[in-house]
C-alpha cells in the first residue's frame, strides 16, 4: 500500500479513546442557559492538538463560542487541504428514548453510542488521529493541511461564516468535509433556503367572521400554490442522481404567530416557515421571484390579501466534479484501504462545506463514518471499524492529494 508507514501510525486505540472523551463532553448549544456551547469541547481539542505540536488558534465566532484551527506545515510550499468537521452537537431530545446516557460514550458490539458520535465528533477525531498519524510517521508533504473545526453547523452556520470571514480559506485549494456518509464520496450537496411567510387579517369572533379577516384561509391558498411549484420544479429538473428530488416543505405553521390561539377567536396573523432543499439546475433567485410571485398573484385575486416573504438563511448546492485532484485522491485512497471501488453520492442536507464553496469556489468532498440515516436520532451511534477505516481514508487522501506531481 502506498504511504503504508503513514497507515500503520494511525493509533486505534487511542483513536477510540479521544473520541470517547470528546462525546463526553456536552456541546448542545443552548443560549438560555450560561456555559451550555461548544466551548469545554473547544479547548480540549485545541490543547490535544497543541500537545501533538501543531500550531493552533482559536477565534471565536460568538463570545463562548470559539473555532478551533490547527496549521500543519509541509517539507515545501505546495496546495492547501482542509479537514472540517464541526464541534456542536443537537439536542439529545427525549432521554427516555435512549438505551445508553447520550453523553457517556458507552461501547457495545463495537459501536460507540452517543450523541455526537457519528454527527460528527467520531469524525473530527478521525481528521485530528489523520494528522497525527502523518507526523508520527514523519512522511514527506507537500503544502499544508488545515484543520478546521468549528462550531455552530447545526445553527445558522455561524463557525464556517466566520473561519471564511477572517480569511483562513483564502488560499485552500480543496476541502474534506467530515461528516457521516458511511465513507462514501459524496460530491454533491443539496442547497437550502430557509423563508418566513406571514399573511394578515383582522381579528374577530369565529362566529361571526366577516367581521374579521382570516390570515389562514391567505395561507392555505399560498402553501397550495407552493405544492404547485414544488411539483413544477420536480418535473423540469427530475430526479437527481445523487441528490433525488427538490422539495418546498413548509414545517412550522401558527396562528396567531404570538400569544394563545383559541378556537372561537380568527387570528390576526399566520406564520409558516418553509424548508425549501435545491438541486443543481435551480437558482435560487429564480425561486425567491416565483415565491413572491405566487403573493403577487393572490394579492391582485383577493383585496383583503396580504401577505410577506423573509429569507432568513440561504446555502447553495453544491457540485464537485468526479475529476477533481481531491476527489481522485480520495478515490484511490479508499480503493488502497478497502480493495473495493469507491461509491459516490450525494448529502441530503446542507453542510458548512456549502460556504467553503459557495463564498471561495473551493472544491468539496464530503465523507466520515456513521450511518447516513441516524444522525440527530436516539441512541446515536458510529462504528469503531469504520471509524479506523476513516481515520485511514483521511490520512491517505491527504498524502495522494498533497503530493500529487
Known amino acids: 500500500m502506498k504511504y503504508d508507514n503513514v497507515i500503520q501510525k494511525v493509533n486505534e486505540k487511542e483513536l477510540v479513546d479521544f473520541t470517547q472523551k470528546i462525546l463526553r463532553i456536552n456541546s448542545v448549544y443552548d443560549p438560555n ?69 447520550p453523553f457517556e460514550a458507552v461501547i457495545e458490539k463495537g459501536k460507540i453510542y452517543a450523541r455526537g458520535a457519528c454527527d460528527t465528533k467520531g469524525n473530527v477525531a478521525a481528521a485530528i488521529f489523520a494528522v497525527k498519524a502523518i507526523l508520527e510517521s514523519k512522511a514527506e508533504f507537500m503544502g499544508r493541511i488545515i ?23 483564502d488560499h485552500v485549494d480543496a476541502a ?40 389562514n384561509w391567505r395561507m392555505a391558498k399560498i402553501i397550495c400554490e407552493l405544492e404547485k411549484l414544488e411539483t413544477a420544479e420536480k418535473d ?53 421571484e416565483q415565491i413572491q410571485g405566487i403573493l403577487d398573484k393572490l394579492g391582485k385575486e383577493d383585496k383583503d390579501f396580504k401577505a410577506e416573504m423573509e429569507v432568513i438563511e440561504e446555502r447553495p448546492w453544491t457540485e464537485t466534479a468526479p475529476e477533481e485532484p481531491v476527489v481522485r485522491s480520495m478515490a484511490e485512497a479508499y480503493t488502497e484501504i478497502t480493495g473495493k471501488e469507491p461509491v459516490y453520492n450525494g448529502v441530503p442536507g446542507a453542510t458548512d462545506g456549502t460556504f467553503l464553496h459557495s463564498l471561495r469556489g473551493i472544491p468539496v468532498i464530503t465523507t466520515g463514518a456513521g450511518d447516513r440515516l441516524i444522525p440527530h436520532q436516539a441512541d446515536e451511534y458510529v462504528e469503531i471499524d469504520e471509524l479506523i477505516e476513516t481515520t485511514k481514508l483521511y490520512a491517505l487522501t491527504a498524502m495522494l492529494y498533497l503530493n500529487e506531481k
Not at 485545541?46 to 484551527?69: F, M, Q, T
Not at 484543520?147 to 480559506?169: H, Q, R, T, Y
Not at 377567536?265 to 435560487?284: A, F, M, S
Open 33 to 101: 442557559k450560561e456555559g451550555h456551547t461548544e466551548e469545554k469541547v473547544a479547548y480540549f481539542i485545541a490543547d490535544y492538538l497543541k500537545e501533538l505540536g501543531i500550531e493552533v488558534h482559536i477565534e471565536e465566532a460568538a463570545p463562548g463560542r470559539p473555532n478551533v484551527i490547527g496549521i500543519i506545515e509541509g517539507k515545501e510550499k505546495g496546495k492547501t487541504l482542509l479537514f472540517e468537521g464541526h464541534t456542536d452537537v443537537v439536542t439529545a431530545g427525549d432521554l427516555d428514548e435512549w438505551h445508553y446516557d
Open 147 to 169: 484543520l478546521c473545526i468549528p462550531v455552530d453547523e447545526e445553527g445558522m452556520m455561524i463557525g464556517i461564516k466566520s473561519f471564511i470571514k477572517n480569511g483562513w480559506a
Open 236 to 288: 423540469r429538473l427530475g430526479k437527481h442522481h445523487y441528490l433525488g428530488y427538490p422539495s418546498i416543505t413548509p414545517t412550522i405553521l401558527m396562528a396567531p404567530s404570538k400569544g394563545e390561539a383559541q378556537i372561537n377567536v380568527i387570528p390576526k396573523e399566520c406564520y409558516t416557515t418553509l424548508d425549501i432543499r435545491t438541486v443543481p439546475g435551480q437558482n435560487h433567485n429564480t425561486l425567491k
Open 176 to 215: 474534506v468535509i467530515c461528516e457521516p456518509e458511511e465513507n462514501q464520496l459524496c460530491i454533491n450537496q443539496k442547497g437550502a433556503m430557509r423563508v418566513i411567510i406571514r399573511t394578515f387579517g383582522k381579528m374577530a369572533h369565529g362566529a361571526m367572521p366577516l367581521s374579521g379577516i382570516n390570515p
